[in-house]
């Protein structure tokens, strides 16, 4: 859809599609925020601290996931359209539809640090556009999982009442006096993919104009319209981590529950990418949110924490080298995983097509950071959540099939001490310690196994007596 531009606009200022804006995002921080290596390199994860990123998505197949899980059976859309890796946000041959003519779209920049705007200086002198904002930068304490007592909010900072600056009233009056003089037609219209102005200024990150344009489609009925992929404006919101934009939404009443295509709502997406930011803000309007919300693959938030965790994790133990940025991403995801529990997801809810808990998802990925953060948990039936089974495997089942992973041992030690049992049979009659690998590795584990199978039955035997 085209509509006509004004004498004085260059012909190249149109405004690309929500997902150009999401995609170009990522490309610039993945420029500024890489390491000087061509590929990702890593070192073992030891973060305490985590910086909370602004980046758009990120795309759910990492690199060494496991093959057992292709896109990690989520279908999670990447916000791509490939072949356009040095557009700006007002590129010259982008077909869009024509916003910044129709709406008067703001076309100043708005500045993040100064990195960003040395190097928004530098793609000005190109020819480049704006900037997205970077709406939430705060220093987040991810706890200890290794510790009980920190079975409490991982990130006290972020509060429902706020999540950085207010918006600018200046700003948002003269936002208000420009929505309200526009035209229905203009105000509810959508582009062709299927973006209203709301999911532009949304994911632009411009705050004071995003606000005014949902006070208007609110008043339209138009507040929770869907675009291609059917992702509302609140849904965008959270793709982009902005944050604040996501309670100013909620604020204004779009539906916490909504989902895309593919079942994802909210919850989903800020658990997947890692934006607690974005997480604390739905979080902070229970008891109206859905912790159990299943998407189109049957899982929760929490299975999809935990599985996108797991995915950065296994990257992150590929390498030797250091990679602040992944560390940083992969506490940010497990300050979901924490912040989701908290707010009382439920660690016994199964996902549908293996019926696999999170803890099986964290063991069959080896993630002994998650399984440690998981078996701490203070549960009265610890011993009937280790032993949950997902089509006849329980975790110690899945545990002795991590083959040559370095953390087998320890996997199997941390569930053993919280009372796997050794005896328990799969579906094909196994008990765990006939799924060890040969060898004396093998050989070692299983002494371990039937060890521990020994000295479980020797304190159930007196039990029954009494």
Known sequence: MHFDKSPKEKPCCTLPTVKKLLEQKRKRETFTAQPSCSTASISPPVPTTATAHSS???????????????????????????????????PGGHQGSGYAAAYNLPMTPVYGTQQQQQQQQQQQQQGFGDIMHQSYECQMTVADPGMASSWSLVAPGLSAQG???????????????????????????????????????????????AYAAAERLRDLDKLDAKEH??????????????????????????????????????????????????????????????????NFEGMTPLHCAAISHSATVKVLSGSGQLDVVLQNKAADKLACVQMLLNSGASLLS????????????????GNVELVRYLLRIPLPNIRDFVNMKAHGHTALHMAAGLHANPHQEEILRLLLSRGADPSIRNLENDQAA?????????????????????????????????
Request: aromatic letters at 6%; hydrophobic letters at 35%; one cysteine or more.
């Open 56 to 90: 758009a998505s990120e795309p759910f197949t990492c690199p060494g996931t496991s093959s057992s899980y292709p896109d990690m059976a989520l279908s999670f859309e990447q916000w791509t359209s490939g072949g356009e890796s040095s557009l700006g946000y007002y």
């Open 163 to 209: 999540f950085g600056s207010t918006m600018d009233g200046e700003k948002l009056e003269r936002a208000r006096m420009m929505l309200n003089r526009m035209a229905y037609s203009k105000a509810v219209r959508q582009d062709e993919d299927g973006d209203t102005i709301l999911h532009i200024y949304t994911a632009k990150g411009l705050r004071e104009y």
């Open 229 to 294: 992929k059917g992702k509302t404006a609140l849904l965008v919101a959270v793709t982009a981590n902005q944050a604040e934009i996501v309670q100013d939404l909620l604020s204004l009443g779009a539906d916490i529950n909504a989902c895309d295509f593919n079942g994802q709502t909210a919850l989903h997406l800020a658990a997947h990418y890692g934006f607690p930011a974005a997480l604390q803000a739905v979080l902070s309007s229970r008891p109206a949110v859905n912790l159990e919300a299943r």
């Open 350 to 365: 199964q996902e549908i097509k293996s019926n696999k808990t999170v803890l099986h998802l964290a063991v069959k990925e």
């Open 434 to 466: 006939h799924l060890l690998q040969s060898g004396p590795q093998g050989e070692q584990l299983k002494l371990l196994l039937k060890k521990r199978g020994a000295s479980s039955r020797r304190r159930i035997a007196p039990a029954q007596d009494q």
